[in-house]
């Protein structure tokens, strides 16, 4: 069976060598080992060896879902002469405070160097019966399965600049069950510079090592939130609230806004989840249509004909998904107007920012233009480290944020201590990885422009100018079942204009090493048609 060759739409690698898949195996091994030792009384291994004898605990039968989920009211926002407030729905869980927190969720910790990763461990919160936290005698076995987690890192450094990755460990690789001296470099005396790179390094390992896998702060931790807040000009830690991706953002912001009777405005074509969330909230939703016919041009006195005196929702993509477009600043600066006119919230996905093709074509972020604005964020597209799960939302509005974190609470809570660390380091170098992925996708771009040229029969497309990602027309019967057998017989992945509403579209990704076999095998396959 051939394996089929992604046109992705994030920069990632391609897939691990033999080697590394059996240092992976390794790895896994040591984990379980370490994971057995944390939890020797729940987890039993059984007797090897003649004559021994299985002993294995019959399976708990769960309870019925019905009988443990209660009825969940959404907060929503309601609007009254004036600026508008949010007003959550009576629940006895909503609004409640996250141990250790102060009135926002916003654990107070000093200031610190983010880059001087010594250990930030916290003493005990004295409200916390320990239960999910683990007793003093699992210090010991969480840093086990931390240092082997340090080994991950290490084995997996390619996956981030060197200039990133050192700062976790020895610039060679370890296996997953050897020890490692304090000093990381055993020739750490032979300069004055190396000397001080294995000093930070140790300082790191030591971050990672007392790192506390219990809850974190349901906002983000204060690392992140700072790294994050650099991205804008006008946004502080404080302004921001960290999710496990993107989509949580759209699900949590369009939960807490819309309901029955509301109405919302969503430029389509777009990531399925803005539209179809909104819909299912049950508000009224109108379609701010673009058109291949017009080269996807913004059409602004449709949108104003749409908005309502009480619309409470406008979504926006800029860079846009699908067609890897930025709409024009003056365009963005109209959205603002009429958004702020109205008091209606802006939501604008920007996943895709800082991957435009020419710097000079960046748009300031939309919460840096408008209070009510919220800006998305991910480190999943721009800076392809989707692995992490982390995303964010920036805005100025207390109500707004509070509104969101009101559905935060009934949806993760909270977020992975490792991603955050390893999101907020991403973050403060994310030069490296844009500087990376950029070319990435320029060089994938050359290569979409040659098919597009070789095949003018067949297929057009507005050309983008940012993100990972382009949305050709092909003229085929059906692209839906085009896209199929071509995945089928040519082992290429592209995705059907019909998950957009636009039928007679694909979209590319131009993300991922690899794609000049990818569009070879496309170009036989379509020749033969």
């Known amino acids: 069976m051939t394996a089929a060759k992604s046109i992705s739409t994030s920069p990632t690698r391609m897939p691990n060598s033999p080697a590394r898949c059996v240092t992976s195996c390794a790895i896994s091994a040591a984990l379980t080992r370490a994971f057995v030792g944390m939890h020797p009384r729940v987890i039993q291994v059984p007797p090897t060896g003649p004559g021994s004898k299985s002993t294995t605990r019959a399976p708990r039968r769960r309870a019925s879902s019905a009988a443990v989920m209660p009825a969940i009211p959404p907060p929503r926002i309601a609007t009254s002469t004036g600026e508008p407030t949010v007003k959550l729905r009576s629940h006895p869980a909503v609004g409640r405070r996250h141990p250790g927190t102060d009135r926002k969720g916003d654990r107070c910790e000093e200031d610190r160097d983010p880059d001087h990763l010594e250990s930030d461990r916290k003493e005990d919160d004295p409200a916390d019966d320990g239960g999910d936290q683990g007793t003093n005698g699992d210090e010991e076995r969480h840093a086990t399965l931390l240092r082997v987690g340090v080994t991950l890192l290490t084995v997996g450094r390619a996956r981030i600049p060197q200039c990133v990755s050192h700062r976790f460990g020895s610039s060679t690789g370890t296996t997953a069950t050897s020890s490692r001296p304090s000093s990381c470099c055993p020739r750490a005396t032979a300069s004055r510079s190396r000397s001080r790179s294995c000093s930070r390094s140790s300082r790191r390992r030591a971050r990672l090592d007392a790192l506390r896998l219990g809850y974190t702060e349901v906002r983000g931790s204060d690392e992140l939130r700072a790294a994050v807040a650099g991205l804008y000009d006008r946004i502080e830690p404080t302004d921001v609230v960290t999710l496990a991706a993107a989509e949580e953002g759209i699900f949590a912001l369009e939960t807490a806004l819309l309901g029955p009777g509301d109405h919302a405005v969503v430029e389509t074509p777009c990531y399925e989840s803005g539209l179809s969330v909104a819909r299912a909230t049950g508000a009224d939703v109108d379609l701010w249509r673009r058109s291949y016919a017009d ?42 107007e009429l958004c702020a006119e109205r008091g209606t919230v802006l939501l604008c996905d920007e996943v895709y920012r800082e991957l435009e093709h020419d710097h000079a074509e960046r748009l300031p972020a939309a919460c840096d233009l408008y209070e009510r604005a919220v800006s998305l964020g991910s480190v999943s597209k721009t800076y392809g480290l989707p692995g992490l799960r982390t995303g964010w939302i920036a805005c100025r509005n207390e109500s707004l944020r509070d509104a969101l974190v009101g559905v935060k609470l009934y949806t993760t809570i909270c977020s992975s201590a490792p991603s955050e660390l390893l999101a907020a380091l991403a973050l403060r170098h994310r030069e490296h990885l844009v500087e990376r992925n950029l070319a990435l996708v320029l060089a994938n771009l050359e290569l979409a422009d040659a098919f597009v040229a070789s095949h003018a029969e067949l297929v057009d497309w507005v050309r983008p100018n940012a993100a990972p990602i382009g949305f050709p027309r092909f003229r085929v019967p059906d692209t839906y079942a085009f896209c199929e057998r071509l995945a089928a017989e040519a082992g290429v992945l592209l995705l059907p204009g019909e998950v957009y ?14 794609a000049a076999d990818a569009f070879a095998r496309l170009g036989t396959y379509v020749s033969t048609l």
């Open 295 to 336: 080269g996807w041009r913004h059409d602004l006195v449709e949108l104003e004909r749409l908005l309502r005196d009480d619309t409470r929702l406008v979504y926006i993509a800029t860079p846009h998904n699908p067609t890897g477009i930025s709409m024009p600043r003056s365009v963005l600066d109209r959205i603002v």
């Open 501 to 514: 509403d636009a039928a007679g579209h694909v979209r590319f990704g131009l993300g991922r090493v690899g």
